[in-house]
């Protein structure tokens, strides 16, 4: 026999009930909201303790605290049921109205002006009750675009006001097979996988809404739920939309055949424009007086139960999960300890820091002289950049290609340089004698040509050293990273240094070659008489051949046009032919003799580099206080180690502090069982 029955009437506070005794309808006394009435003394310390763990971030460190996850069909009433616990509007209407996780972090406040923002993407949008709809659709709109998709990117709305206690609630996008226009064709992989995200830690408190129009054992929520939570051991259907569809539903909610461990809850949501108050009135009357549905027991009908049905629910979840999150924060901290202690010490005096700046300088100077002078790269066995002598052999022979490689064609205008040279070259003399002058200035033509791929080249090779020496020296200043970027900062610049010099000499090295024609390569000469031995053939193919020729085939050149030859004097013709014979045999010792004299020059400088560069440099850049402020600053903490050990020691006060925390409140729930 049913002693006394809630209904709402017209409060201040948007969830505020009355208790009325049936023998005097007289008296009205006025309560608190539904989720605020139950927040009593006995679990108000467990959620006040897991709002402080979530206040600390504690998630953040990989421990998950109990959440209510709601979750339903599309269209099922979730927002709705959502904003009757809370007190706000939230969007509503046909269709997908959730699109992403709406993270609802309610919090009281003592003050009697409301605070209502959103946070998502880094950003913080204010506003208030009236406009809290529009203002979650426009976020919803930036997080998953203006058309009808989902994202998996959170939106979280925090609330503060009065009457409203610390609860954290999530509102998932309702499932759906069928995509509707504009929505992607995967859009039930995209909300399961979702929604699975969220349900599967064992600290979720499931809230599964169900329509009372349809069959439960055909739900798709229903099926995702058991996949993760098979007893129902922390599920909780809500039903809503009792009013549509009475008859029947006392069979459904009581038969339960999809295993609902926690049991079931009916509720009517808010119609239309109906306040809060009214909504309460309507629902508390309607399961009083409807022929059906007064029938189902008081105790699972309506939004208060609900609210305080969660709160005992969520309260029982913290008491269950309290002994493995505070063994999670103990290993946390265990571990975060540790990683604290491995960090170095910050040195204490300049002894000890000159002293660790030449241990590191020594062990990379070992390192470097057996990967780039001895070829032993047993230091490196899987990385092939550092076979060091293996990979500068391969790239000297790719430059002596390279520049050896014919830059143009000569077949075509053949002779023409040389023409056009001793006819600017000439002098009022005796014939028969070609120019010094030409010769230096046809010289000097070829060495302009291929003048600026000697110095990339050695541009490349010191860039590769680079390479080289940094790693080695993050690896030996690994363990004393408040000298690592000092010690690589100076190696670079070293290398700078090297890298200067080497272009100032090889620049030079190539300019030498266009001050003078010299050879003692024997070479030259066997190279310029089998060249010249083919030269009265040539002239006469191309003056006094009847048949007059286009081309002719040429020893070391191949074939080559001659017909552009025809109009100038056979003195000029065997002038240019003697040149160019000269200028080629010349040419390749050349070329021969800068790659001969780069690689001599790189030998000595990566031996000059490692033997007595590297320590010199290097240490008195550190030393110099004009450097950077003397060995002392250089030894200081490196800013990511610095901010590696801010990170550790705030976790570790985080975690402190989070224990402490449950510690406080571990004993005291102990002794309350499942009352």
């Known amino acids: 026999m049913k002693s006394s029955k809630k209904h709402a009437v017209p409060k201040s506070s948007s ?9 005097d309808k007289k008296l009205v006394v006025p309560i608190e909201a539904p989720i605020v009435s139950s927040y009593n003394d006995r679990i108000r310390p467990l959620l006040d303790t897991v709002d402080r763990l979530r206040n600390l971030n504690v998630m953040r460190e990989g421990i998950q605290l109990p959440t209510i996850v709601v979750v339903g069909d599309q269209s099922s009433g979730k927002s709705s049921v959502l904003e009757s616990l809370a007190g706000i509007s939230l969007p509503r209407g046909q269709g997908i109205c959730t699109r992403v996780p709406l993270v609802m972090r309610l919090q009281k406040s003592s003050s009697t002006e409301s605070e209502i923002w959103l ?41 503060k ?68 939570d098979k007893t129902g051991e922390r599920t909780l259907a809500v039903v809503t939309k009792a009013d549509m569809a009475p008859e029947g539903l006392l069979q ?60 005992f629910i969520q309260a029982t979840m ?25 960090l170095p010490m910050v040195m204490a005096s300049t002894g000890e820091a000159l002293m660790t700046l030449m241990e590191i300088i020594g062990s990379a100077k070992e390192s470097l002289l057996r990967i780039l002078i001895q070829g032993d790269f047993s230091e490196f066995p899987e990385d092939q950049k550092m076979h060091c002598t293996a990979r500068l052999a391969e790239m000297l022979s790719q430059f002596s290609d390279n520049l050896q490689a014919q830059s143009n064609d000569v077949t075509i205008d053949f002779l023409m340089d040389e023409i056009n040279i001793l006819d600017e070259c000439k002098c009022v003399g005796l014939p028969n004698f070609i120019p010094r002058s030409a010769f230096l200035a046809i010289l000097s033509q070829h060495v302009d040509g291929i003048h600026a791929k000697p110095v990339e080249f050695i541009k490349k090779i010191w860039d590769y050293i680079e390479g080289v020496l940094i790693p080695v020296i993050s690896k030996y200043s690994d363990n004393f990273p408040q000298t690592q970027s000092s010690i690589k900062r100076a190696g670079r610049n070293l290398i700078t240094k090297m890298k200067e010099q080497s272009v100032n000499r090889v620049a030079e090295i190539v300019e030498m070659e266009k001050l003078t024609d010299y050879t003692c390569n024997p070479d030259y000469m066997t190279s310029w008489t089998e060249k010249t031995a083919s030269q009265q053939s040539f002239i006469h193919a191309v003056l006094y051949d009847e048949e007059k020729p286009e081309n002719f085939s040429l020893t070391g050149f191949g074939v080559v046009k001659t017909s552009h030859l025809r109009e100038y004097h056979a003195h000029l013709l065997q002038q240019a032919f003697d040149m160019k014979m000269r200028i080629t045999s010349y040419w390749t010792i050349v070329l021969r003799r800068i790659v001969d004299n780069l690689a001599l020059y790189l030998q000595f400088s990566v031996k000059n580099l490692v033997n007595t560069q590297f320590q010199k440099e290097i240490v008195a850049e550190m030393v110099d206080p004009r450097g950077g402020g003397g060995v002392e600053r250089m030894l200081e903490e490196s800013p990511s180690v610095a901010s590696k050990r801010e990170k550790l020691k705030k976790s570790v006060k985080l975690l402190k502090e989070s224990k402490d925390v449950v510690a406080a409140i571990v004993d005291q729930t102990s002794g309350f069982g499942d009352r």
């Open 318 to 342: 913290i008491r269950r999960c309290l002994p493995e999150i505070v063994h999670k924060i103990n290993v946390k901290m265990e571990t975060a300890v540790l990683e604290l202690n491995k």
């Open 119 to 159: 946070e998502y993407s880094d950003k913080v949008v204010h506003t208030d009750e009236e406009h809290i709809a529009e203002a979650i659709c426009a976020a919803t709109d930036v997080i998953a675009g203006s058309g009808k998709g989902v994202s998996d990117t959170p939106l979280t709305l925090h609330v």
């Open 15 to 23: 969830l505020a009930i009355v208790e009325t005794n049936p023998d």
């Open 252 to 311: 459904k909610v009581t038969a339960d055949d999809v295993s609902i461990g926690l049991g079931y809850v009916c509720v009517r949501n808010r119609i239309g424009e109906e306040t809060y108050e009214e909504a309460r009135m309507h629902e508390e009357l309607l399961f009083r007086t409807h022929p059906l549905l007064s029938m189902i027991d008081d105790e699972i009908v309506g939004i208060p139960v609900l609210a305080q049905k969660l709160m």
């Open 161 to 228: 006001k009065v009457g409203v206690p610390d609860i954290t609630m999530v509102d998932l996008p309702g499932i759906t097979r069928v995509p509707v226009n504009g929505q992607p064709e995967n859009i039930y992989e995209q909300i399961s996988a979702m929604i699975m995200k969220y349900i599967a830690p064992q600290e979720s408190i499931i809230l599964n809404v169900l329509s009372a129009t349809v069959d439960f054992t055909t739900c798709e929520s229903i099926r995702m739920s058991r996949q993760v």
